[in-house]
């Protein structure tokens, strides 16, 4: 619920170009209520600079190559003035309100407080949160760790917001005190991508960056919704339509950014309302779909090669892959009829983007969480490597796979070593360099963190940002793990629900935002982040922090370390005086680092060398694999329906700025159901009719949302589609992928029914 409570919920077809002045207008009214029309803009003007400027802590769409200075988008805009806004929650706020009123408040006005001020902890006494002093607080935190009697009793988690110094401070600290208990919010966006990818090509990332995109022939965009969550894709899918690239979208929505699009930054055409198309083929497959489109691609493009060999590049297959005979063997045994099925997309209709593949010299094929929070996501994401594979779309220019990455920062994190399951060499070389000896055996990822919180075997949950409580699946079992915990502590810009679902002692650690200086001994600090294309740049703060009792998370970790691990040989003080020191260490653990300092500080930074990128494949046959995994049965049973979780436009994952979702239609509206309109007519439903949704999870158990209003949508039939976090509710803990361990958020079988 947001200010806009009590107003009647719309649903009005889009019918304009994505971004343009919809979305000037949307900034503009947003600017207003924070307040922010002064230093808002110029804040913006400073945001994605090359040399200089902060990075936008939005989405992790890098920033333009050509060191453009305004490539900026809406969201990101709306995103760093939630950051600055000018309101405050400070200890007469905590004094003013218990933990058990508050708890009755929204998400939006438990955020729309403003931003945290300085540490506090529980009383349980009181039932209020009371300030704490920064000493006190770490105190706190080591009395608590150092009393565990097994490190793997704590779990330390990142929301992918977390610059790289600090992402290596705080990965060192969880290891140095003898575990890899890391869970982050990859676990639940892409796990499955670096899973596939690596077992494919022997590296986790994309092979592209944006040069790329500017020079490919075709553009294959899967399961994102770009114009909401990576909208400066909108400027590469414009550019790519005006000089003549073909652009495919796939997602059971046709969303905006597979219509047209004013680029803001476009002036001329801003002025004088000239949309760009984005798109040349929408294909809508039923959820959970994909795996059998592309494979009949890939069928398709093998038929075709009977009769014209140049549609195989067969050079490359045979120096650079293994396992296509299997493949081949395999597209030919799975029919068409079951890929039609399977994928609910007509033969046709296939054809016609194995086509546009097919007559393309260069195919870049992008994806995001449609494809990856599936029970086979990872099967899914291997068989789009296999259609790359199939014409030697890998280690050239304009070509490659190319998925969107969400947290501005979630690639870098897993870069500098958050990963519950760490490669040996990298354990190695951490060991060496800091002089630590880090544990071998593999930590807890998010899921397997709830689990062991409700166990009771995991008594001390640390966030790095985040909305643990919130983002995680299954709502009322996460928000009973961490009440299970003997110490939560949450370091954050802003009051989150996180800090209402509490262990018996915990803490709130108010830390600086990105956009804010961060003032150390050693002078004016910076940090790095790397986006979606592996670009690794410096970003600076330029604002004054919103309270002089903030520290940066740097120092945070520093402070919690210190406490925890009073004899440790690591010099977290002299780190936090000087990041330039963090960065020399980090340069020595890992690989693509070297000469860090100083490579970091080149105008647009630099990118992280990909060895598949180059054709070297670090997998056990030491080529790129070919894989051959059997078709998944995706088709809902009678009576049930498919349904995927998502954002909507004015949302950032757990945090609401409005209720509505412009690019959808949706006006006043977060509780709701998209339908096929006969699906709804099958259940007797009209436009608004309020509905019960039952989930029925692997285990045969079941859970609900009740008098959800049901809208009709241009959806394949069988599907159905609604908001995260509100959602989550429905996500079994229990239903997460066995491929990937990623949560399903995407495909869960649900019945609909009119509310009684
Ligand atoms: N403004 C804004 N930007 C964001 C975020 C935000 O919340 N707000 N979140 C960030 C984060 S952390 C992430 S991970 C990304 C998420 O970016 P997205 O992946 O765009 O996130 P979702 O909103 O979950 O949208 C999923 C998309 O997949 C489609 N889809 C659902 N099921 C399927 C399927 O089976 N197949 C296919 N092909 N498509 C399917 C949906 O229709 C929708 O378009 O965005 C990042 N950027
Ligand atoms: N059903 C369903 N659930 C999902 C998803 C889905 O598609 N469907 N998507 C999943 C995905 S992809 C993700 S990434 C997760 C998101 O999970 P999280 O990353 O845990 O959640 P966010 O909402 O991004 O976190 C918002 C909070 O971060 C804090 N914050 C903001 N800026 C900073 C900062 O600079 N420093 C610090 N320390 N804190 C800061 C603020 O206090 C804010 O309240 O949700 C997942 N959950
Ligand atoms: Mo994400």
């Known amino acids: 619920m947001t200010e806009q409570d009590g107003a009647e919920p719309e649903f009005r077809p889009y019918h304009h170009p994505a971004a343009g002045w919809g979305a000037a207008k949307s900034v503009t009214r947003f600017l207003v209520r924070e307040r922010e029309l002064l230093d808002g803009p110029r804040a913006i003007l400073k945001m994605n600079h090359e040399n200089g400027g902060f990075d936008c802590p939005g989405c992790a769409w890098p920033d333009d190559t050509k060191g453009l200075h305004l490539d900026i988008c809406e969201n990101g805009i709306k995103h760093v003035t939630w950051e600055m806004t000018r309101k405050r929650v400070g200890r007469e706020f905590f004094a003013a309100h218990t933990v058990t009123e508050l708890s009755g408040w929204s998400d939006f006005a438990l955020e729309d407080q403003g931003r945290l001020t300085e540490p506090m902890r529980y009383d349980p006494d009181t039932d209020h949160y009371v300030p704490i002093s920064w000493p006190d607080a770490f105190a706190l935190v080591g009395r608590v760790l150092s009393g565990l009697d097994d490190p793997g009793q704590a779990a330390y988690y990142t929301s992918g917001r977390l610059g790289n110094e600090a992402t290596f401070l705080y990965q060192l600290m969880a290891r140095e005190l003898g575990t890899n208990n890391l869970p982050d919010c990859s676990n639940m966006c892409h796990e499955a991508s670096g899973r596939a990818m690596q077992a494919a090509l022997g590296t986790g990332k994309g092979t592209v960056d944006l040069k790329d995109w500017e020079l490919t022939d075709a553009l294959f965009v899967f399961g994102v919704n770009a114009a909401s969550n990576a909208p400066r894709m909108l400027t590469a899918l414009a550019e790519a339509y005006r000089r003549n690239a073909r652009i495919v979208h796939v997602n059971p929505l046709v969303e905006a950014a597979a219509t047209r699009t004013i680029i803001p930054h476009d002036f001329a055409r801003m002025a004088t309302l000239r949309a760009t198309p984005t798109g040349n083929l929408n294909v809508q497959p039923r959820i959970g779909g994909d795996m059998a489109l592309v494979r009949g691609m890939a069928k398709a493009v093998l038929e075709q090669a009977r009769t014209d060999p140049k549609a195989l590049d067969t050079e490359f297959i045979e120096r650079h892959t293994t396992g296509f005979a299997d493949y081949r063997a395999l597209c030919e045994a799975t029919s068409w009829e079951e890929i039609e099925h399977q994928s609910g997309v007509a033969v046709a209709d296939i ?157 709130i650690l108010p830390c600086l935002g990105r956009t804010e200086k961060d003032h150390q001994r050693g002078g004016l600090q910076s940090t790095s982040v790397e986006d979606s294309m592996s670009m690794v740049h410096l970003s600076v703060g330029m604002k004054r922090p919103a309270s002089p009792h903030l520290l940066s998370e740097p120092a945070i970790i520093a402070g919690m370390a210190r406490a925890a691990l009073p004899d440790s040989a690591t010099p977290w003080e002299s780190y936090v005086e000087d990041y330039d020191r963090i960065r020399d260490t980090m340069a020595r653990v890992l690989d693509g680092f070297e000469d860090f300092n100083r490579r970091v500080r080149l105008p647009l930074g630099f990118r992280i060398r990909q060895p598949a990128r180059e054709l070297v494949f670090h997998t056990p046959s030491g080529r790129a694999e070919f894989s051959t995994a059997t078709l998944p049965d995706v088709v809902p049973a009678p009576g049930t329906l498919a349904l995927g979780t ?111």
């Open 351 to 507: 054809r016609a983007a194995a086509r546009i593949y097919r007559e393309a010299d260069r195919s870049i094929v992008s994806w995001c969480l449609g494809i990856t929070q599936h029970e086979h996501g990872v099967d899914t994401v291997r068989e789009i490597v296999n259609l790359l594979l199939l014409r030697g779309n890998l280690g050239r220019e304009g070509a490659g796979p190319s998925p969107v990455r969400g947290h501005s920062n979630v690639q870098g994190n897993r870069t500098c070593g958050i990963d519950h399951r760490p490669a040996a060499a990298f354990l190695d070389r951490l060991g060496e360099v800091c002089g630590i000896t880090p544990p071998r055996e593999h930590g807890l990822d998010t899921v397997g963190t709830i689990e062991a919180m409700h166990r009771g075997e995991v008594k001390v949950f640390v966030g790095m940002g985040g909305n643990f409580a919130l983002a995680a699946p299954d709502t009322p079992y996460t928000a009973a793990a961490l009440r299970e915990c003997e110490l939560t502590v949450q370091v954050s810009t802003k009051l989150n629900r996180s800090h209402l679902v509490h262990g018996r002692q915990a803490l």
């Open 646 to 756: 998502m954002r909507s436009h004015d949302q950032w994952n757990t945090t609401i700025y409005s209720d509505d979702d412009r690019y959808r239609g949706i006006r006043n509206l977060r509780t709701l159901i998209f339908l096929n309109a006969e699906d709804m007519r099958e259940r007797g439903l009209a436009e608004f009719d309020e509905v019960d949704i039952t989930s029925t999870a692997k285990d045969g158990s079941t859970r609900c949302l009740y008098r959800y209003k049901a809208v009709p949508y241009d959806i394949p039939r069988g599907c159905a589609a609604g908001y995260m976090p509100e959602m989550n509710v429905l996500c079994a803990i229990g239903d997460y992928s066995t491929q990937s361990d990623q949560p399903i958020m995407k495909h869960l079988t649900v019945t609909v029914r009119p509310s009684a």
